[in-house]
């Protein structure tokens, strides 16, 4: 039998394990990797943060869409993203993996290949998991994160006054399902968004230092998660359309689909950016962009002053 041809049937669960894990490199927040019962991971701040998400094919991601490479960063991407949005420093994550007992091996391999890949961005070491049988391919990553004697930024401290900002790119990924969606593979770096995103991951700790009063990862639709932080403050946010610049690329595959970009920007999910409110008189740090205010409560969240009209971003079950 070829390589080509192997199974996880055909390697078993060890023999898969050792596939995916031997000669890695684990960084120094790592004490205990991967081969005993659980794994040892440093906890500098005597506190942990922690996070879990699950990606099931056919729901989050497509193996005709994307390489199961791309599938990869994206699960460790998805993960990561919450943790920055607490302000803290990703450490590490912990795998669930669950497929069907005739997938080639290949596709697990270059899976954890990419799982290492956007690890590595971020400077994280994948210290452990579990491998069953299932009837699809499914993922679920726990991420660890430790804060460094910050204060966790919540979604629940959003006051009157404060600036409303984001940090990394909004639209991409929905322009990229749309055009996924509609048969291309092309423009790559639009499709690619919605493949594999690309979170600021540096960009949570920089807004917990320079005081972000709430944060929260866009994963939803910017509309949708901000209305997360409007609800848990118990606070109104009004965001300024003419803060928010349609990129050139976005706005060539929305004339070339006769979509409006701008609503890939306030309700398209899978960025992974980060949205954040500050104090008025702080000044934004490093990639940070003011695009709207907080308001008074019980004004929910607008847009020009106004309610959006259309549905606001992602929710399950609906």
């Known amino acids: 039998m070829s390589p080509q041809e192997t199974t996880v049937r055909d390697a078993g669960e ?9 000669g890695r490199k684990q960084p120094p927040a790592t004490l205990l990797g991967p081969g005993d019962d659980a794994a040892v991971v440093a906890a500098p701040d005597g506190r942990v ?10 729901v989050h991601f497509r193996l005709d869409w994307s390489s199961a490479e791309q599938v990869g960063r994206k699960a460790i991407a998805v993960n990561l993203a919450d943790i920055a949005a607490m302000g803290a420093t990703p450490t590490s994550v912990l795998i669930g993996l669950a497929c069907p007992s005739d997938t080639p091996v290949k596709v697990i391999t270059e899976l954890t290949d990419g799982m290492w890949l956007e690890a590595d961005r971020a400077g994280v070491g994948i210290v452990g998991g579990d491998m069953v049988r299932a009837d699809k391919l499914v993922i679920s990553v726990t991420a660890l994160g430790d804060l460094g004697g910050r204060a ?33 593979r092309s423009p790559v770096g639009v499709v690619n968004a919605q493949r594999h995103p690309e979170p600021p991951y540096e960009a949570g700790r920089e807004a917990a230092d320079a ?6 990862d866009i994963s939803d639709g ?8 409007a609800e848990a403050s118990e606070v109104g946010i009004d965001l300024e359309t003419q803060r928010l610049v349609v990129p050139t690329r976005l706005a060539e595959v929305g004339s070339a689909l006769g979509a409006d970009p701008l609503r890939w920007m306030l309700t398209g999910g899978e960025d992974h950016a980060l949205a954040a409110t500050f104090p008025p008189f702080v000044d934004l740090p490093g990639e940070w962009t003011r695009i709207g205010a907080v308001t008074m409560p019980e004004s929910g969240v607008t847009v020009d002053g106004k309610t959006y009209e259309h549905e606001t971003g992602w929710e399950h079950w609906r």
């Open 49 to 58: 943060v922690a996070s879990t998400d699950v990606l099931v094919e056919g």
């Open 152 to 184: 966790p930024v919540t979604r629940s401290g959003a006051r009157p006054g404060d600036v409303v900002a984001v940090c990394g790119r909004l639209g991409w990924a929905a322009a990229g399902l749309a055009v996924l969606g509609r048969g291309f």
């Open 211 to 216: 005081g972000a009063t709430s944060m929260i």
């Open 222 to 229: 910017l509309l949708a998660d901000l209305g997360h932080i």
């Open 14 to 22: 060890f023999g898969l394990i050792h596939a995916v894990t031997q």
